[in-house]
């Protein structure tokens, strides 16, 4: 692997998918007796059930309207 100037590296496929780390997955390095491991953090569930969210309003208001109806 190549590190680059801003101490990036490109985790190799294989290896992703092994880890199951995905786009906007948060890793974190350990040290174990002079060794490192890369290890996928653990996001809360409560989190996760709402990503799949994400975007999907079709409401066809306009923001105003919205806060409207929502203040009465």
């Known amino acids: 692997m190549h590190v ?7 985790i190799p496929k294989n290896i ?3 880890l199951g ?3 906007e ?3 974190d390095f350990r040290e174990d ?3 490192f491991y890369i290890v996928r953090i653990s996001k809360p ?9 994400r ?3 079709t409401a066809k ?3 105003d309207e919205i806060m409207s109806l929502t203040r009465g």
């Open 4 to 10: 680059t100037a801003k101490g990036q590296v490109t």
């Open 16 to 18: 992703r998918e092994e």
């Open 21 to 23: 780390i995905k786009p």
């Open 25 to 27: 997955t948060d890793i």
């Open 33 to 35: 007796n002079g060794r």
């Open 45 to 53: 569930k409560t989190t996760e059930k709402f990503n799949k969210l």
């Open 55 to 57: 975007g999907i309003a």
């Open 61 to 63: 208001m306009t923001t």
